[in-house]
C-alpha cells in the first residue's frame, strides 16, 4: 500500500528536525509531508533549510485542519492509506509497518494505543478522562478502545476520502465514535511513546478537563443526531 505519513507541526522548531531524521531513517520507504501550521518560530525555516517535504500553510488552522490538509494531499496524490505522526517526537516510527500490516489485514483504522492490555493507564486526571472517554465510546459502539486520545492513528483510502469530502469528521475520538458508528472497522495495537522533551504541548490541565468533557458530550449525545454516512 502507498502510505502517507502526515506530520502537523506547529511552533516544533526544538523537535521537528530530529523527528523527521529519525523518520527516514527508520521507515525510508515510506513518504512523509510536514504539514507547517502557521509556525511563528522557525519551524517553516529548519524544514525549508533541510529540504523536508512540507505543506506551509499561511496562518495557525489548528490540528484538525492541519491534519485535514494533508489527508487531501494524500487524496489528491493517490495514497492508500495516511498515518497521523506528531511532530513533537513522542511518536515512535517503528510501529508504522506494523500498523499498517494491521490496515492490510481489513481494518479502516488501526490506533497505536499505549494502554493495551496488560498496559495500564497512570491515575492521573488526564487519564480518568480518558477511561470516561472509552466508556462513552463502549456505551455508544460497543466496542473498547482503551486509548482514545492517541494521536497516533493510520487511515485507509476509504476514510481519507471521508476527511476530504465531509466537513464535520476530525481526527478526535468523537469523530473516530461516529466513524464506528458508520461501520468503520477499527483495530489498536500496543505501542510505546516517548514523553514531550521540548517545546509545549497546546493541552494544558484546564484545557484538558475541557477537551474531555467536550469529547464525551459529543460522544454521547451529538452524534445521535450526525448523518450516517457510507464506509
Known amino acids: ?32 509531508l510536514v504539514v507547517n501550521d502557521g509556525s511563528i518560530d522557525r519551524t517553516g525555516k529548519i524544514c525549508r533549510r533541510n529540504h523536508f517535504h512540507m505543506l506551509d500553510l499561511p496562518v495557525n488552522l489548528g490540528l484538525s485542519d492541519a491534519v485535514q490538509a494533508g489527508m487531501r494531499y494524500a487524496e489528491q496524490h493517490g495514497y492508500d492509506a495516511v498515518v497521523q505522526f506528531d511532530g513533537d517526537s513522542q511518536h515512535r516510527p517503528e510501529y508504522i509497518a506494523k500498523m499498517l500490516e494491521e490496515l492490510e489485514r481489513g481494518y479502516d483504522i488501526v490506533i497505536g494505543g499505549r494502554f493495551c492490555p496488560p498496559n495500564k493507564k497512570p491515575k492521573t486526571i488526564r487519564m480518568f478522562g480518558s477511561n470516561l472517554i472509552s466508556l462513552a465510546i463502549r456505551l455508544t ?3 473498547k478502545i482503551y486509548d482514545p486520545t492517541s494521536g497516533f492513528r493510520m487511515y485507509d483510502r ?42 509545549q504541548s497546546y493541552l494544558n490541565p484546564l484545557k484538558s478537563i475541557l477537551y474531555m468533557l467536550k469529547m464525551g458530550v459529543s460522544i454521547l449525545l451529538v452524534q445521535h443526531f450526525r448523518k450516517k454516512i457510507k464506509i
Open 1 to 32: 500500500m502507498k502510505l502517507l505519513i502526515v506530520i502537523p507541526a506547529f511552533n516544533e522548531e526544538k523537535n521537528i528536525f530530529n523527528t523527521v531524521s529519525e523518520l527516514t531513517e527508520i521507515c525510508p520507504q515510506f513518504d512523509y
Open 141 to 143: 459502539t460497543g466496542k
Open 158 to 199: 476509504k476514510l481519507i476520502r471521508a476527511f476530504t469530502t465531509q466537513t464535520n469528521i476530525e481526527p478526535e475520538p468523537d469523530s473516530i465514535a461516529y466513524l464506528m458508528s458508520c461501520g468503520a472497522k477499527i483495530s489498536e495495537i500496543q505501542v510505546e511513546m516517548r514523553e514531550r522533551t521540548a517545546g
